[in-house]
């Protein structure tokens, strides 16, 4: 049997490399998830006249979550008004004038990354209210979360075997056409049993997240309203074309087995795998983490290698079952393939996790403190006995079942006991990807946004405030927190008078760091008001910023403000 050459270069090989990705994570946060930019009025502002509305705005487009957007009186009271989201904006227009007196907004957002984001402030009119409610946000009961993480564990599980089991029987398993049949019928099997498993995983993932992302309980999947909701959204969108690609990736790959001069059946069941795969990841987080390519890129082979890994692991178990009726010098062959391919899946998921990790946590704090970055790291120790166990595998048992090439082995002979341990580490490798996959489930239900945030939680916002002059009038900025990783802007143009100056073209907005000199960097302000513009700046790393502003105030005038800003980690 001839000795697969790519695993024994694939340790230093992933050492090496993972040891040097580790180092990126201590460098900044990616940016990209949905953030708070601003509130208007202000948490605990007090107006001489009442708002005709209240706008909440975000570093991107998000979608308002009408029935847990609610605006409270001082006693309790529901305020009837209604929650619409504009691009970056939630705009909640009350349907009456609020009367004097305190008020509490509570809202919640779906990223673009689907997941929900939450909070709440107040506001008076007037003057404050000697009382009232307690500022709260909606969230899930954890009854649900824990069964969206069960459902998203089972969706991956499913999705996973039956791709991989498809590439595992027309990619690596060692058998004629038409050959093997009770293999490939337990193989049809376990496939069809994986796709039962994922469709109802994936039909039942729309209620769940809709009443996820609603903050609401399980009762709530029972609601036709959370079910309408889940219907028109992108996961009932992601898991339609999912299972279209699971049927027929399942229907495909037994004539793909028997098929003997047509090529089309074994192309259209890998093209429906790959479908079904490339599904998982039209929702959540990579879709708001850059630089795109790269984390989309990563997403891809990491679902593929993940796939390929436990098709040709669960595959790998059926072979080597006493009862498979497959000869042992074909098995022996099917082992060796996956054992060449398994090193550079393990290279694979090792390179993109990393990489994955690095762009959606941004730094080694994050990894250890936050709830997603502690999931990841159990993740990471299960896969590292998965590594283990298939490295044991390779170096000893392989070599010794290779004694089956010669002839049919004897149950008592040294190839027959290889075999046999063979398919019991086999079977132990699974059962920790199944572990893997549940994981997973938690990672996927888990926000990035509360762990790319959590280290700073404990710290109050410290916002940068400057005055500069603007030609004859001054121009007044914010920047908050003044930390690396998303902050916000806002700025007001005065006249000499303290009016609000308009200018006769929109201002311009660049960032630039002194040291490493790089930028500038181009950002979009929005206007929100006479002479009142916000943007979201990413400053990446800590350093000296200059944040500079052009504003043409007349034809002929066009002054420009630089605004230092000192940005800390």
Request: hydrophobic share 50%.
């Amino acid at each position: 049997m001839p000795r697969p050459r790519s695993w024994c270069r694939a340790p230093a090989a992933l050492v090496g490399t993972v040891a040097g990705l580790l180092a990126i994570l201590a460098g900044g946060p990616a940016a990209a998830h949905a953030v708070l930019v601003g509130t208007d009025p202000q948490d605990g502002a007090v107006l001489d006249v009442p708002p005709d509305e209240v706008t909440i705005t975000f570093n991107e487009p998000v979608q308002v979550v009408a029935e847990s957007t609610t605006v409270l009186a001082a006693d309790g009271s529901p305020v009837a008004a209604t929650a619409t989201a504009v691009d970056h904006t939630v705009v909640i227009t009350p349907d009456v004038p609020l009367d004097a007196g305190t008020y509490v907004v509570s809202w919640r957002v779906i990223s673009l990354d689907t997941h929900p984001v939450a909070g709440a402030f107040s506001f008076s009119v007037g003057a404050p209210s000697d009382t009232s409610v307690d500022v709260q946000v909606p969230e899930p009961t954890t009854a649900l979360v824990a069964a969206r993480a069960i459902d998203q564990a089972a969706v991956y599980a499913g999705t996973f075997l039956v791709a991989g089991l498809v590439v595992f029987e027309l990619l690596v398993l060692h058998v004629t056409p038409g050959a093997a049949p009770v293999l490939r019928r337990r193989i049809q099997r376990v496939r069809g049993s994986a796709l039962a498993v994922a469709g109802v995983a994936l039909a039942a993932a729309v209620p769940l997240t809709a009443a996820w992302q609603a903050g609401g309980g399980l009762d709530a999947v029972a609601d036709p309203a959370t079910w309408v909701a889940g219907i028109t959204s992108d996961t009932a969108v992601a898991g339609a074309l999912g299972l279209a690609g699971l049927i027929v990736a399942t229907l495909a790959a037994p004539r793909a087995g028997r098929e003997t001069r047509a090529a089309w059946p074994a192309g259209l069941a890998l093209g429906a795998s790959v479908l079904a795969l490339g599904a998982l990841l039209l929702v959540g987080h990579t879709r708001t983490f850059g630089p795109t390519w790269l984390v989309l890129t990563s997403d891809v082979l990491h679902v593929s290698a993940g796939a390929a890994w436990l098709g040709g692991v669960v595959g790998l178990a059926l072979v080597l079952a006493p009862s498979a009726g497959l000869e042992p010098r074909r098995a022996a062959v099917t082992v060796a393939r996956f054992s060449a391919l398994g090193a550079w899946l393990v290279l694979a998921l090792a390179l993109t996790g990393v990489t994955l990790g690095w762009r959606i946590l941004g730094t080694v704090d994050a990894l250890v403190n936050t709830s997603y970055g502690q999931t990841l790291l159990v993740k990471a120790g299960l896969a590292l006995c998965v590594v283990a166990i298939a490295a044991w595998n390779r170096y000893r048992l392989v070599p010794a079942a290779a004694v089956a090439e010669r002839g049919p082995a004897a149950a008592g002979s040294p190839g027959g006991v290889a075999r046999r341990r063979l398919g019991r580490t086999v079977a132990a490798e699974a059962a920790i990807l199944g572990l893997v996959l549940a994981a997973t489930g938690v990672l996927v239900s888990n926000s990035p946004v509360t762990a790319a945030s959590a280290g700073a939680e404990d710290a109050a916002p410290e916002a940068v405030d400057v005055t500069e002059e603007l030609g004859e009038g001054t121009l007044q900025a914010r920047v908050t927190p003044g930390r690396v990783g998303v902050n916000s802007l806002e700025v007001v143009l005065l006249n000499p008078d303290g009016a609000p100056v308009e200018p006769v073209a929109p201002p311009e907005l660049t960032t630039t760091l002194a040291d490493p000199a790089i930028g500038p960097f181009t950002h979009p302000l929005t206007e929100t008001g006479p002479g009142t513009y916000e943007a979201t700046l990413d400053l990446t790393m800590p350093g000296s910023w200059t944040v500079t502003l052009s504003v043409r105030t007349s034809k002929y005038e066009n002054p420009i403000v630089d605004i230092p800003v000192e940005v800390t980690s």
